[in-house]
């Protein structure tokens, strides 16, 4: 990677919802405060919407990082539920075993525990991610868990954060009643050019540039342009224009890295884009060599396919075209993989018209290739990717190979000896050791 010629201490622009790299812009900071009154006040919910990729999720974990010790956190992140499985899931969080329980014992058991914790001098909160996939019946049990109070106030602190279509069910005529509980409600909107140039800044200051100018300053403008502000699009082309002033043997990143990148990642001006869907703000996967700028191709014909299995059984199919797609835990990855065993952005599979490539994102358990954690490995047909408990099986549809290609991504195994022995560098670049058991994401 390029960490040893940038000098840097760790990746800059990783698409993980780190704390450490969150960058309070006026709005982030508004929202974060939103959030920390909720320690406070007991009078009402917080909802935090905004955009898919505008730092909701790491402003929560920033959030959580500095939340006193005399505060009981339940955190959901999957909330395409049942009532049922809302309440055991919040149960379970704060430590219950609650699955043989019907409705009446786990509605029983948490107004018990909220007021066990408040007699003890404890402060109860939830935190629902996601909120906007809440059905209008889960959402009504929150309302109800809301209204459990003693003589004096409420016991249980609520935050919802979604996406703006949250705001729109929560004006719906049938949740009036928790609506009017909500203190409240705040969206965060895209960084402005300047909040942009500055966010790239911080980032870059955290992962151990100091203050070294890794950017020239002529390309803060068209990353803007491209990203329109989005933090996870910002993370996005800018840690590819790194890799391209990389591979171009450049010590600062340059408009010419910007181009290349924007022409890797296939990607259309952010204001010609449509941006109400997740597959769009992640990868345009339109073909073909594109000038910067010009409007995104029509979606191609698949190169191959990546087959999701577990327990022996193939749960989805998913066509890969040229482009980036993100596997992990949580709703806003390109492919979900609901599991404790998968991180929250667990690794991401590259797609060329020459090669596909599988790349670990830093997650706990890894990825592992015939019993081994690799970080980085080129696939072949067949190839099979442990992920936690659930295997990545590829499926190569290319009519033809190019067995002695001049592209530095050959793949392994059709390609020249030194392509091969390329590759097992790579894979020897993880610990030693074949797979092991995983634990939690």
């Not at 390029?2 to 709005?27: G, H």
């Not at 019993?371 to 936690?388: A, F």
């Amino acid at each position: 990677m390029y960490l040893a010629p940038f000098k840097l201490k760790e990746l800059p622009f990783r698409l993980s919802p780190d704390p450490e790299f969150l960058y309070l812009s006026k709005q982030h900071a508004r929202a974060k405060a939103y959030m920390e009154s909720t320690i406070w006040f007991t009078d009402g919910f917080v909802v935090i919407t905004g955009e898919i990729g505008s730092g909701k999720t790491t402003l929560i974990e920033s959030f959580l990082k500095e939340v006193p010790a005399d505060v009981v956190v339940a955190q959901i992140n999957q909330t395409q539920m049942s009532a049922n499985d809302f309440l055991q899931t919040v149960l379970v969080q704060f430590g219950f075993s609650p699955f043989k329980m019907r409705k009446g014992e786990l509605i029983s058991t948490l107004n018990g525990f909220l007021i066990e914790q408040y007699a003890a001098g404890r402060k109860v909160l939830l935190i629902v991610d996601e909120a906007q996939n809440l059905s209008m019946r889960v959402l009504e049990e929150i309302r109800m868990l809301s209204g459990v109070e003693t003589t004096k106030e409420k016991v249980l602190r609520i935050i919802l954060a979604g996406q703006p279509e949250l705001n729109n069910k929560l004006d719906a005529p049938e949740l009036e009643q928790l609506t009017q509980r909500v203190r409240l409600r705040f969206h965060l909107q895209t960084l402005s050019e300047a909040e942009t140039h500055s966010y790239i800044q911080h980032r870059l200051e955290v992962a151990g540039a100091g203050d070294r100018e890794l950017f020239t300053p002529d390309t803060y403008a068209d990353i803007f342009r491209y990203s329109g502000g989005v933090p996870r699009l910002i993370n996005t082309l800018c840690d590819t224009a790194m890799m391209s002033a990389f591979t171009s043997d450049r010590g600062v990143v340059t408009r010419e890295d910007i181009a290349s990148a924007v022409q890797e990642l296939q990607w259309a001006e952010y204001s010609a884009r449509p941006h109400r869907h997740s597959a769009d703000t992640m990868v345009l996967p339109a073909a073909g060599a594109v000038q910067p700028g010009a409007p995104a191709a029509a979606p191609r014909t698949s190169l191959g396919h990546l087959l999701v299995a577990t327990d022996g059984r193939t749960v989805r199919e998913v066509p890969l075209r040229p482009g980036r797609l993100i596997v992990g835990r949580t709703p806003d990855n390109d492919v979900q993989i609901d599991s404790r065993f998968i991180s929250r952005h667990h690794c991401q599979v590259i797609t060329t018209d020459h090669s596909c490539v599988i790349e670990d994102l830093n997650s706990t358990n890894g990825i592992y290739v015939k019993s081994n954690r690799v970080r980085r490995h080129y696939l072949n047909d067949g190839d099979v990717v442990l992920v936690g408990k659930h295997e990545l099986i590829y499926v190569d549809e290319r009519a033809a190979r190019t067995k002695n290609s001049s592209f530095t991504d050959t793949v392994p195994g059709t390609g020249t000896a030194a392509a091969d022995a390329e590759q097992a560098d790579e894979d020897a670049d993880a610990p030693e050791g074949g797979a092991r058991a995983p634990s939690p994401g």
